[in-house]
């Protein structure tokens, strides 16, 4: 589930406040990330030790407390933030606790103002629990889900009202760490999330992979080549202004030295006793709100200088049709969009590489034939999996913002137009019929839907 983009369920457009509304813009993650060191705090955990009985390895060394300590050092040195707090289960037991990471998170958000950048690191053992769930072991992990910290517990704090973060970066180096931040940034976008900070999770690795380490290095492979490149990306010669982290040049050189030094690591595999390759790849999500909270509230202010305005339309229509609560979509929904750009070969790319996609491309019937066929999709998973709401125009209409996030990935800044958006609610609107889901309140926005494009056409 991890990767360098974890889309669609990682991604939701940021909005931008215009004089007539809301309009939707692009949703690639920012490069670089602009804050405020004044207003900006680090947290950072080293859960060098277990303190259960139960738990087999319940040390690692000195390898996680010089992790959370080097790192730490490196973002207040290079990136100036003015605040930061250390906790290693060595020496702050009763801060790397369940109930003590919970309290420290809760008053780490308060600490973090306007415009500035809260960074969490977590060192220590990814764990499996008793609910079967991905989640992080504490200092006093017993094995069961009372004692271990969730993606559900973490999104608690970000998405707290005292949050006044712009931008949160999770940094997560322990086995399994790929699942959690994706299960981090899914979570905040299928709870609709009233949180207005941008959130980052950048994790040692993708999926199942376990976070190695090195002794001769002192420290994880991952942490280690993290803050080497925390170190370089902020050298003089890169002229990176002060309150400013070029994250996304950060995670790659981070991520190439780390695939070149795990490519170098064979392991017997348990079941075949085959000699296997123990890669360990860097992942980074995102989530950027907001699409349905903040429709008639305060919106983003800053936009990246090179995102291009478009979809107004689309944020017209979702306050029309609009209600509370907001239907989502099916977790199924967003499986089969993130598989638009993992199959390999990719058939997005393959369609861009051929410059079918471009909207000169006759017309741009590719790129709508594109849309509709993957809407027509979406409707059918809905269909099986979630029936109340399938037949909703919010709905439909949630579904186009991930599908055109989803091309986004292999062709960015489409050109959406409103032909786009009716062409595939009529095949939308033909499937639900096909299996007599009642098309009512669909037909009300095929019918808005014209309105609006004649109007476009007479003005």
């Known amino acids: ?3 360098l983009l974890d889309v669609p369920t990682a991604t939701l457009p940021e909005t931008k406040r215009e004089e ?13 990330l602009f804050f405020n060191p004044e207003t ?32 730490t050092y490196s973002f207040i040195k290079e990136y100036k933030l003015r605040e930061f707090e250390v906790n290693c289960a060595s020496d702050h037991e009763e801060n790397c606790t369940h109930a003590g990471i919970r309290r420290r998170l809760e008053e780490g958000v308060t600490k973090v103002g306007e415009e500035g950048l809260f960074v969490v690191f977590f060192g220590g053992h990814g764990i499996n629990d008793s609910n079967k769930e991905w989640a992080l072991a504490p200092s006093d992990f017993d094995h069961t889900s009372k004692t271990c910290l969730t993606s559900a517990m973490l999104n608690e704090c970000f998405q707290s ?6 931008h949160i970066l999770i940094i997560l180096d322990c086995c399994y760490s790929g699942i959690m931040a994706s299960d981090i940034t899914r979570d905040l976008t299928l709870n609709n999330a009233p949180s207005f900070s941008n959130v980052y999770v950048v ?10 380490a090195v002794g001769t290095l002192r420290h994880s492979i991952f942490s280690y080549f993290l803050k080497y490149a925390l170190v370089q990306k902020n050298s003089p010669r890169t002229l990176i202004p002060s309150g400013s982290l070029p994250l996304r040049e950060v995670f790659e050189e981070c991520k190439s030295c780390c695939n070149a030094l795990s490519s170098l690591i064979l392991s017997i595999d348990k079941d075949t006793q085959d000699l296997v390759l123990d890669k360990m790849t860097p992942s980074l999500s995102y989530f950027n709100p907001l699409i349905s909270e903040g429709l008639e509230e305060e919106g983003v202010e800053e936009v990246d200088a090179g995102s291009a305005v ?12 609009s209600c509370r609560p907001n239907p989502k979509l099916h977790t199924k929904s967003f499986e089969w969009l993130r598989s638009m750009v993992q ?7 393959v369609l861009d590489e051929k410059g079918l996609l471009e909207d000169s491309s006759d017309n741009g019937r590719v790129l709508k034939a594109v849309i509709s066929l993957i809407m027509k999709s979406i409707a ?3 269909y099986m999996h979630n029936k109340d709401n399938v037949g909703h125009p919010f709905t439909f209409l949630i579904a186009f913002v991930h599908v055109v996030a989803t091309i986004d990935v292999v062709h960015p800044l489409l050109p959406i137009e409103i032909d786009h958006l009716s062409e595939a609610c009529s095949l939308y609107c033909n499937t639900q019929k096909k299996y007599g889901v009642d098309d009512t309140r669909m037909q009300a926005l095929l019918k808005d839907m014209k309105e609006m494009k004649d109007s476009q056409n007479s003005s």
Request: hydrophobic share 35%.
């Open 1 to 3: 589930m991890g990767g």
């Open 20 to 32: 007539d509304g809301y309009v939707l813009i692009s949703n690639t993650p920012e490069s670089t």
């Open 40 to 71: 900006s705090f680090m947290l950072s955990f080293g859960i060098d030790r277990q303190t259960h009985p139960s738990f087999k390895d319940r040390s690692l060394g000195n390898t996680v407390k010089l992790d959370a300590l080097e790192l």
């Open 161 to 166: 009202t005292k949050c006044k973060a712009k």
């Open 203 to 212: 994790a040692a690795g993708t999926d199942r992979e376990s976070s190695l």
């Open 310 to 321: 478009r979809l107004s339309f689309v944020m017209e229509l979702m306050r029309k049709h």
């Open 343 to 349: 199959w390999s070969p990719c058939p997005l790319s």
């Open 380 to 382: 059918l998973i809905e």
